[in-house]
C-alpha cells in the first residue's frame, strides 16, 4: 500500500518494514506534491565588493556599463574580446540542408529563399526557434570547414538583418529567442564576422549590442523561467566578450543565480518536467561556461553545481539503447545526442533513479529499463508542452522499446501536424488508465495544464521471493480522478531483478466513504514500440508480442477485453511512426475495480 508522509513528523527516506510474513524490506515512500522550486539561497551570486555590488545596482538602474568603467573616456567601439570554441556540436544533416538551400526543421524544408523573417510572420513554433533563436549556426559549423560555411551563414544573416534592423515586438523579440540569438552569435563569431562584407561585419556588432541593450531592459519579461535563462546567459556572456562589460556581468550573474533557484527542483530536475527543458538548460550552461573560459575566467560556483545537479535527471530518462524516453511533448532524442550534450557538460554521474520532484522512477534490471512516471504534472507556470501523464509508465528490453508513450507535442508543427498536438498531450496518448475518455489532468492550449491530479503518493521497495530471486516493487496513486468519478487510481508495476518479467495491477478505488451507483468506461492502454508484431489471442485475454531482434514476449490479462488499436510514435528527429495499441477496456462499477496483467519474456 502507498504510505502517505507524516506531516507532522519528520520521514525517514529509507525505513525497515516488516511484511505480512515477518521479512523485513527496504522501502522508500511518501506524498508528493506539485513541484516546488529550489530556495534561492541554495545558489548564491559570485562573491563581490562593495564596489562592485553598487556597480552593479546603478547598472541595473540604467547608467551605462562604460560611464561605470571608464567615466572620462570615450564608449569603446563593439567588438568582442575573445574566442568562443563551443563543446557543443550541431546537427550536421540540417547544416548540410542549409547549405543546399533550405532550412530542415524535424524533417519539414523550408528553402531559405521563401522565410518570411520578420517578427511579424508566422512561423510554426519549431521553426520560429530555429529562425529567429538563430541555433541553425550549431547545425552549420558541424557539416564543414568555417571558410565554406560563411558564405551561407551571411546570406541568412543579411536578410534576418533587413528584416529586422531594430528591437520591435513579434516571435523575433521573445526574451528566449533573443537569448538564444545573442548567445548563438557569441559562440560562433568566427563564422558571422569573417566573411569579406565589412559593411555587413560592422552591423552584425551593432546587432549584437543592440540586442544586448534590449535584454538587458526586458528579459524580466520572459515567457517562463527556461525563457528567462535563455536570456540571462546571454546578457552574462555579452558582459564577458564585449568592451566595458563588467557591470553587465555583474548584473547577469545576479540574475542568473535568480533565475536558476526558480527553474529547478530540490532533485535537479526543471520545474516543467520536460526532458527538452532538461537538454535546453544544459546547453545554455554549457555554452556560457565556454565564454568564461574564453575570457580566462572560471565560471561560477552555481555553473557548475547545476550542471551537477541537471545531468543525473536527464540520464534517468535514458532507456537501455541510450535514447530518451516520450515524456511531457518530448520524442525519443538518439542516445548520439544525449551523450554528447553530457560529454560537453563535462559532468560524470549515473543516472537518477528515485526522484521525488524531478517525479519519475527508473528502475534497471538485466537488460531492461522501466520508467514509471509517479508525481504530479507541472504546474501551469512552468508547463510548455504539459502531458497527462500521470502514473504513465515506458518499459525496453536491450535496444527495444516495447511499452512507450506518444510523445512528440513539442514538435507539432514539423512532420507532426499541429492539429494533433492537444491529442499527443491527452492521457490517452500514454501508457496508462483513462476513465470515460477523459484526461486525468485538464489539457489546455498553449501547452498549459489545467485542473486534476494534485497529489501523487508513491512507494518504493525491494522484494524478495520464497523461490530466490528479487524484484522491484513501485506504487503510486492519483486523484485526477475523484472530482469527476469518486474513483482513486493506484497502479503497482512489479520487476524482476533479471528484466523479463513486469506483473501490473491497476486499482480503482472510492475516493470517499458513499461510493457513487452506475457504470464507467476504462482503458488500460499500452502503446507498443516500433516493428513489434502483435498476434492477439482467441480468448482477447492476452497477445504475444514478436520484436525485430526475433525475441518473443507474452502479455496476459485476467479482466476485460484486450483489443488492438492504431497509435502512433514520435522519434527524436520530430518523425511520426505509424505503430499499434494494446488496449485493456470494459465497464466497471462506480464501486471500483482492480485489472492485473503480465508482460513476460518468453524467449
Known sequence: MAIPLDNKAEEPLVEQRPDAAGAVRPAVGGLIEPTRALAVTDFDAPETTVGERLMRLAYRCGIPGSTLVAPFRKPARPRLLA???????????????LRAGHFLVHGVKMPIAQVDFSPAAKLTPPFERVVHGFTWLRDLEACNQRPQCAQTADR??????????????????????AGHRLLAWLAHAPLILSGQDKALRARVLTAIEDTARWLDRNVGRADDRLDELAGWSAVTAAGLLLPDGKP??????????????????????????SPLAQME???LLVELSACYRATRRDPPQAIDGMLQMLVPPLLGLTHADGGLGNWQGAGAVPAERIAALVAASGVRTRPLRDARQWGYQRVSA???????????????????????????????????????????????????????????????????????DANSTAVLINGK??????????????????????ATRLEASHDGYAGRFGLIHRRILLLRDDGTELRGEDLLLPSGRKGKRGKIAFAIRFHLGQGID??????????????????????????????????????????????????????????????SWLLKKMR
Open 83 to 97: 574566442t568562443v570554441e563551443s563543446p557543443l556540436t550541431g546537427d550536421r544533416v540540417a547544416g548540410m540542408g
Open 281 to 283: 538548460a544544459i546547453a
Open 534 to 595: 502483435i498476434s492477439l489471442a482467441e480468448n482477447k485475454r492476452g497477445a504475444s508480442l514478436a520484436l525485430p531482434d526475433g525475441s518473443f514476449w507474452q502479455f496476459v490479462t485476467g479482466e476485460g477485453t484486450l483489443e488492438v488499436d492504431e497509435s502512433i510514435w514520435v522519434d527524436g528527429e520530430g518523425r511520426p511512426h505509424p505503430t499499434q495499441q494494446l488496449v485493456l477496456q470494459g465497464l466497471l462499477s462506480r464501486g471500483g475495480g482492480n485489472f
Open 449 to 470: 495544464l489545467g485542473a486534476g491530479v494534485g497529489e501523487v503518493e508513491v512507494d518504493r521497495r525491494m522484494v524478495t521471493f520464497d523461490k530466490g530471486g528479487s
Open 366 to 436: 538485466g537488460r531492461s529499463v522501466l520508467h514509471f512516471d509517479a508525481a504530479p504534472p507541472p504546474l501551469a507556470r512552468h508547463a510548455r508542452h504539459g502531458c497527462a501523464s500521470t502514473l504513465a509508465f515506458e518499459f525496453s528490453h536491450g535496444d527495444h522499446r516495447l511499452i512507450v508513450n506518444c510523445g512528440g507535442a513539442a514538435f507539432a508543427g514539423g512532420l507532426v501536424p499541429v492539429r494533433i498536438e492537444q491529442g499527443l498531450r491527452a492521457t490517452a496518448a500514454h501508457s496508462t488508465l483513462v476513465l470515460g
Open 248 to 273: 553587465r556581468r555583474l548584473f547577469g550573474e545576479a540574475g542568473l543565480v535568480r533565475v536558476l533557484g526558480d527553474l529547478v527542483g530540490n532533485d535537479g530536475g526543471v520545474l516543467s518536467r
Open 156 to 177: 541568412v544573416l543579411a536578410a534576418w538583418l533587413e528584416s529586422n534592423a531594430q528591437p520591435g515586438k513579434g516571435a523575433a523579440w521573445n526574451v528566449g529567442h
